[in-house]
Nanobody, 115 residues
Framework: QVQLVESGGGLVQPGGSLRLSCAASGTIFSGNVMGWYRQGPGLQRELVATITSGGSINYADSVKGRFTISRDNVKNTVYLQMNSLKPEDTAVYYC?????????WGQGTQVTVSS
């Protein structure tokens, strides 16, 4: 079992920044992928960014140049630095951990971008 605990969401004005964190605990296998997904009001959950344990990164086109994903393999923690936030970034952000055979989700953290 892998448990994920997210933190760092909140309310921010357009153009502002937030940093999300997600700590994984439990039976952590190497060779995993950690990432962030989001679900806006009335929308489907979508990929934001992923990072492998080897450091390969993938971003959604909508966040490229504004968001940065990183991870600390010693702490089993993934981060999402979000800059130049827009109202359309408003969503519940979910952390994900997965291997070929297993997957786990965090409980989600609300990010609201509004003036």
């Amino acid at each position: 079992q892998v448990q994920l605990v997210e933190s760092g969401g909140g309310l921010v004005q357009p153009g502002g920044s937030l940093r999300l964190s997600c700590a994984a605990s439990g039976t952590i296998f190497s060779g995993n992928v950690m990432g962030w997904y989001r679900q806006g009001p009335g929308l489907q959950r979508e990929l934001v960014a992923t990072i492998t344990s080897g450091g390969s990164i993938n971003y959604a086109d909508s966040v490229k140049g504004r968001f940065t994903i990183s991870r600390d393999n010693v702490k089993n923690t993934v981060y999402l630095q979000m800059n130049s936030l827009k109202p359309e970034d408003t969503a519940v952000y979910y952390c994900n951990w997965r291997t070929v055979a297993r997957s786990a989700w965090g409980q989600g953290t609300q990010v609201t971008v509004s003036s």
